[in-house]
Structure formats: C-alpha cells, structure tokens
C-alpha cells in the first residue's frame, strides 16, 4: 500500500470517528431532551388529574378542565389512574397495567415527589396525594410516540449523514492526497530513469522553500556528487590503463628484442637494464595506487593520526633516494621546539607521504636534478612546509597540464612522475 493511500485512509478514518463521535453526542442529548420534556408534560398532568379529583371547589375544578380542554394537548394513550391505600397503607385495586408493586411502594415513599416509571413505550408518573377522605396514588400514563419517532428519523438521518461524509471525505481526500503526492511522483520517475550513462540529468527545480524543494536540492546535490565521482573514477582508470600501458609495452619488446637471437652480452645487459627500469616504474606506480587505495577511507570514516613532519620529510627523502640516487634534495628544519605537538598535524599519513614523495620527485626529475630544498618553518607555532620548484618552465598554454592526471613536463616526455592524482 502507497503512503498516498495510507495517508488518505487515515484522514477518512479519523475525520469519521470524529463525525461519528459527534453523531453519538447529537443522538443521545437529543434523546435525553425529548424523554425529559415528555416527562415534564406527563408530570404536569399528573398533578392536573390531582387538582380535578381532590378539589372541594368545584368551580376550581371546571376551571381546571377548561384549561386543560383548551391549552393541553392530550396525550397519545393518557390514562390516569387513582390507587387508594387502605389504613395500613397498602395500595388497593385498581391497579394500573403492568406497573409493578415496587413502582407503588417508591411512589408512597416519595411523599409527595414525581416518581417515573416505563414499560417499552409507555411512560407513568405517579404522586402521593393526602386529603381528607385518605391516601391516595395518583397516577398519569402515555405512550411517548412522537417523541420515539423522532428519536428514531434523527437516528436515521445521522447515519446517512455519517455513510455520506464517509464517502465525500474519502474521495475528497483522495484527490488532494494525489496532488498533494504528485511531486513525489514525479521525482521517483525522474529518479529511475537516470542511470550512470546519463548522470547529467537533474530534477526540476521546485518554487519555494518546502520540504518537497529541499528534497529536490538534496538529489541534485547527490547527482552532482555522483556524477563527479563517475567522471573521476573513469579518467582515474583510462589514465592509469594508459600509464601502465607503457612500461610494460617496453618490457616486452625489450625481450622480444633479446630473445629474437643471438646477441652480444653488452646487448642483454643493455636490455634487462631498461627491463629493470621499466619495472621499477610500474612498481612505484603499483605502489602509489596501493598507497592511495590504502589511505584509510573505509566508506564512512577517514583515518586521522597525528604526524611528525619532520620524520616525514626524512622518509620522503629515503623514497627518492631509492628512485633517484643523484637527487640534490636538502631538509632545512628550525630548531625544534618543546613539544612535539608544535611540528606535527593531524591528517591521513599515507595521503600526506604519496603527496610529498609525488612534490619532491618530480621536483628532481623536471627540473634536470637540480637542488630541492623543503624547509619547514614555524609560524605563529603552527609548522609550515616551503616546497620551492627551480627551473621548470612551463609555456602559458601549458599550465592546464597541472590538473591533467599522469602529465609530464613537454621537454621530458620520457619521464613520468607518480599517480598526480594522489594530489
């Protein structure tokens, strides 16, 4: 099930139950005032039926029944009836129908007080009467059928009401919901049909400052991110393909050339000295690749330690002695403080070591081997790292091979560096 249709039977559901609630609500005051105001009529003619039995005045009396003959309506089913008690009190016939004796006794003990009573649709009320001649219980009976009957069309009217807006606020929540979750549409579709051959595409930029349009923002973020790491990832691979591509090009044909016949020792010599430094390319290619393969990222977290840069300077130094043993490369340190704190940062060794080793190298290579001086510096107790360049010119058209991976200076095509983009 969508959260769209979650959503619009949730809202159909809580909006009945509050419909219903009040439908509950309608129903029962309704039927608490239609029993109460039959009461009162019933209760009224009660004492009525008194005054027209008990009264000495009879001109009283034929006044009561004109008022009652012109002003009250009459009941449907009114009956009264008159109990006497004998001197024991007990009640005596006739008895009305289907009032039971407790129903009596309640009226004798209410001293004078309305006491009501009901069996299915018809409705007593009874009092205690004292007069000279003795004790009486005067009883009122009717049949409450109007009253019942529009109890009953309210009930009936309530729940078509209630089956009705059940079904107008379903389909008017359906259609907002739809509305309301056509950009999420719209941005599912949209989503599934990029790829990783069409990372270019972006989602359509919503009006606003809504969840829906952060939301857009945030995948554009992401395709932006992606897209980026795509275009990295195949230049990485199609560059360094390209790099490896020719040591070992020259590795076989180096062999092929010595073993296609007979030749002078000087030859073979000649031949495994460019095999072995072929292979020592490649193996510090392989190495800058495992180093950046091996720098810490694990998807989630970077690995930070704190770094000695002046043991790291000496390390490089080592690399390139290994690689170029005629370097010129020079460390100039200030005088080391206290602390050890005060010369080392924090960061990723293997990235920071690949960086150096790539700086310093291809200082010595492109620049005919000539000096190289790292100096490290303390400014404001903060170490600082002056990586000086000498004789390397580079044409103004040419500066864009700085952001080139596997580039070379263009008067030493013969040479390359490490993996640039370990920079």
Not at 2 to 14: D, N, P
Not at 17 to 41: G, P
Not at 169 to 193: H, M, Q, W
Not at 246 to 267: G, K, V
Request: charged share 25%; proline share 5%; hydrophobic share 40%.
């Amino acid at each position: 099930m969508t959260i769209q249709s979650k959503t619009t039977i949730l809202f159909t559901i809580l909006t009945a139950a509050v419909f219903t609630i009040l439908s509950i609500v309608v129903y029962y005051f309704s039927n608490k005032f239609a029993y109460a105001d039959f009461y009162k009529r019933l209760e009224l003619r009660v004492h009525i039926t008194s005054k027209f039995r008990f009264e000495e005045d009879h001109n009283t009396t034929e006044s009561f029944k004109i008022i009652q003959n012109q002003f009250l309506e009459r009941l449907p089913d009114e009956k009264s009836y008159i109990v006497p008690l004998s001197t024991t009190g007990e009640p005596q016939p006739p008895f009305p129908p289907n009032v039971p004796d407790s129903y009596l006794s309640n009226i004798k003990k209410a001293k004078g007080e309305t006491v009501f009573y009901q069996h299915r649709l018809d409705h007593y009320a009874g009092i205690f009467y004292k007069d000279e001649t003795g004790d009486f219980l005067v009883i009122e009976s009717a049949a409450n059928i109007y009253g019942g009957e529009i109890i009953r069309q309210l009930g009936y009217i309530l729940l078509i009401t209630l089956v009705a807006s059940v079904i107008i606020i379903y389909s008017v929540g359906l259609y907002f919901s739809k509305r309301a979750f056509r950009p999420f549409r719209y941005i599912t579709e949209r989503v599934k049909s990029i790829s990783e051959g069409n990372l270019h595409l972006r989602l359509k930029q919503q009006p606003g400052n809504d969840e829906i349009a952060a939301l857009v923002d945030t995948f554009n973020n992401m395709l932006d991110k992606l897209s980026t790491a795509f275009e990295a990832q195949n230049n990485f691979v199609s560059h360094a393909s390209h790099e490896f591509r020719t040591p070992l090009t020259t590795i076989i044909a180096e062999a092929d050339y010595a073993l296609s016949r007979e030749r002078q020792p000087e030859d073979y010599k000649q031949s495994l000295a460019n095999i072995v430094q072929q292979s020592e390319k490649l193996q510090r290619l392989t190495k800058g690749l495992l180093a950046l393969a091996q720098s810490g990222f694990d998807g989630k977290t970077q690995r930070w330690e704190k770094i000695r840069l002046d043991e790291l300077l000496f390390r490089t130094r080592e690399n390139v002695t290994d690689v170029e043993p005629e370097n010129k490369v020079r460390i100039k340190l200030p005088d080391l403080p206290e602390h050890e704190d005060d010369i080392s940062v924090y960061g990723n060794e293997e990235l920071l070591k690949v960086a150096l080793d790539n700086i310093v190298l291809n200082g010595c290579k492109y620049s005919g081997n000539a000096p190289v001086t790292v100096e490290l510096q303390l400014e404001k107790n903060k170490p600082l790292l002056l990586l000086p360049i000498r004789e390397l010119v580079f044409l103004p058209t040419r500066l864009n091979i700085f952001m080139i991976p596997f580039s070379g200076h263009p008067t030493h095509q013969d040479l390359r560096g490490m993996v640039s983009a370990c920079l």
